[in-house]
């Protein structure tokens, strides 16, 4: 007579490693990697060609030179002095103490210019250095040059004394 648990044996054995089979031969049921590597979200990124690089035609553009002062500075009144901004600032300013009504609020020996007020208006008298010497300019607060009114009057009476 053969007994049942001695039958269950070979056959309980015989599912485990069937079991065990089926789970390391890729099953369906144990690998669920092709539901998200076929997922949309998983593509690779498509950039339209326009936006793949930023337009940069106009990134060296240069701004047109006429409101600049470097191009006012050949109109507008200016002293063109012998030497360099350096020995000439002393200069303008023993100038600008021998004239009349020029109020000399401060100084900017490094920056070469001269804050003075002269008939009811204030601005900057600066030297600068320029080919084969400096020049001599009147300024706005805003860094125009001023060819006109109070400040063309005194830069002629600077003249007067170099």
């Known amino acids: 007579m053969t007994s049942t648990p001695r039958l269950m044996r070979p056959l309980l054995l015989g599912a485990v490693l069937a079991a065990l089979a089926s789970a390391s031969s890729g099953c369906s049921w144990f690998d669920h990697k092709s539901d998200y590597q076929n997922s949309t979200e998983n593509r690779s990124l498509e950039v339209p060609p ?5 337009d940069t035609s106009v990134a060296t553009a240069l701004p047109p030179t006429s409101g600049l002062g470097g191009a006012q500075a050949a109109a507008g009144p200016e ?3 012998a030497g360099s901004a350096t020995d000439a600032y002393p ?13 000399v609020n401060g100084r900017a020996e490094a920056l070469g210019s001269y804050d003075v007020t002269y008939k009811g ?11 084969g010497g400096s020049r001599l300019l009147a300024l706005s607060p ?8 109070p400040a063309a009057e005194l830069m002629a009476a600077i003249k007067a004394k170099f």
């Open 121 to 131: 208006q204030s601005f900057l008298i600066r030297v600068q250095d320029s080919k």
């Open 50 to 54: 326009d936006l793949d690089m930023p």
């Open 91 to 103: 200069k303008v300013g023993t100038a600008l103490e021998g004239i009349d009504g020029v109020v």
């Open 79 to 81: 002293i063109t002095l």
């Open 142 to 149: 805003d860094g125009k040059i001023l060819n006109s009114g």
